[in-house]
């Protein structure tokens, strides 16, 4: 199963009879395990990884350090699926430190991302005090890298 | 001044350049895989499954560690045995690793990759005439490196009936009073074969028995997938009358590095010491470096590798198999080694048409001894995408051929 996982985690649209292949088991084996992961929620999707740089459309992501007053029952659990389901809010991590929650904000501009902080983000009780960080470049996302290394030159038979 | 009026006008006495060759080495083949390479490189747009390499390049850290260690100026000579840190850190990672301990001060020596620790380990031992058992096919350089040693060498043929093994019972008739040596070389190349604990075993115990010393070239060790790897060194007996050989350019992709290492009794060491001073001196030294920042952790970077390399065996084996093909499921290393000989046509002529029909490169088995007739080594250490489209074309040209 963790063998599946990595290679799903490499490459999400490896054909199943590629993935049976090269894991040594057979297409419906492959299937009933994906079924099973996605049933259980281990896989909670499929993305495609862009570099967001390279897209027309100017978007803007911001990291937001959040402190919160965690509430005596339910810890920070309560107030974090308030934030999280924000759609403008992409990724968010409950953090040791400095301060408690961190939060990936994509807008379609500042005004859009900084309004959403002031606004929303800010005035939901609890919520004590937040720092705002712009995203100026992406240079590796999820592993991958956003500029393609130089293939480096093999010989092409060797002993 | 004309330098060329000094010349005399009569023909000079000149003997022809090749003739003053040493005979040794006039009579030295030219490798197979050279001829090979020569045909490759003229063609344009060539799938290879000819490399004898990773398709990795150096994990990150190894090489940052190297540029960290130029950067404090790390660019002399070191100890002609190699780095002490190095070889304290090469004799935990064998013992841990492999299981057998050396002494870092006395029974390690750091070479220019295993390569030249085979070249110093059969010149220490081997006087003219004596007999080098070796098991083909195998590595290009065995039989060469025994020949310059002027040393006699001894085949052990192992073939697909076998999984390419070498077993006590086939090594035995070799023996006579003049054999000196044993060279092993499992997980192989060109085959991919690996040796079981019981084959291991038995083959300790008639070195034992015989007074053998055993040469082990363990360099694909670490990429050993169905089954713990087991080392010749570890049986009982064997660790004084073995020289274990290992290195960093397969498993941690480093070949470029040229990083090997040799561990080996005080006096087998020491022995080979002498050649290496005068000759090579030291391994480079940001090379040994690189070397040392590669032993840190590396198990993380081994397991990332060759989980990937596992999966392509699984790929290209079952595909191999379903287009009709004879292959054994290699054991180790990232070879294939599949039976070609139903075709009606030697593994040169296999290699070359397919070649020049589908543009794949495969090294035909003979390069790695006579005995590879009939097969072809197909190295899988390629992408996937590479691998898939490999596959396609072999699979057509071998339908064109039946």
Redesign the interface.
Known sequence: MD?LI??LQENARIPLE?AA????MSVEEVAAAIAELEKTGVIRAYQAIVNEDKLEADQVTAVIEVKVTPEREGGFDHIASRICRYPEVTSMYLMSGQYDLMLFVEGPDLRTVATFVSARLSSIPGVTGTATHFRLKTYKHHGVLMEK?QP?E?????? | MNVSKSLPDSPSPFKPLRDRLATTVVDLPR?G?RD??DI??QMKE?I?L????P?F?TPWHIREGAMYSLEQGQTGYTSNLGMPKLRKAISGYVERTFGPSYNPDREILITVGVSEALDLAIRALCNPGDEVIYHEPC???YRPLITLAHAKPVILETSAGDNFRVTAERLRPLITDRTKLLILNFPN?PTGGGLSAEDVKGIAELAVEKDLIVITDEIYAELTYDRPHVSIAAMPGMRDRTIFLHGFSKALAMTGWRIGFACAPPELTEAMMKIHQYTMLCAPVMSQEAAYEALRHPERDIQEMK?SYW??R??LH??FVSMGLNCQKPEGAFYMFPEIRGFGITAKEFAIKLLEQEQV?A?PGTAFGVCGEGHLRCCYATS?DQL?VAVTRIERFIGGLK
């Open positions: 063998r990595a290679l590629d292949l090269q894991l040594d290394d480096h093999r010989l092409q038979v060797s002993p | 490798s895989i090979f390479f490759v490189s060539v290879s000819g490399v004898g390499e398709d390049t590595y290009v350089s190349n989980e999966r392509r699984n790929f079952a595909s490169a090294v996937m898939k």
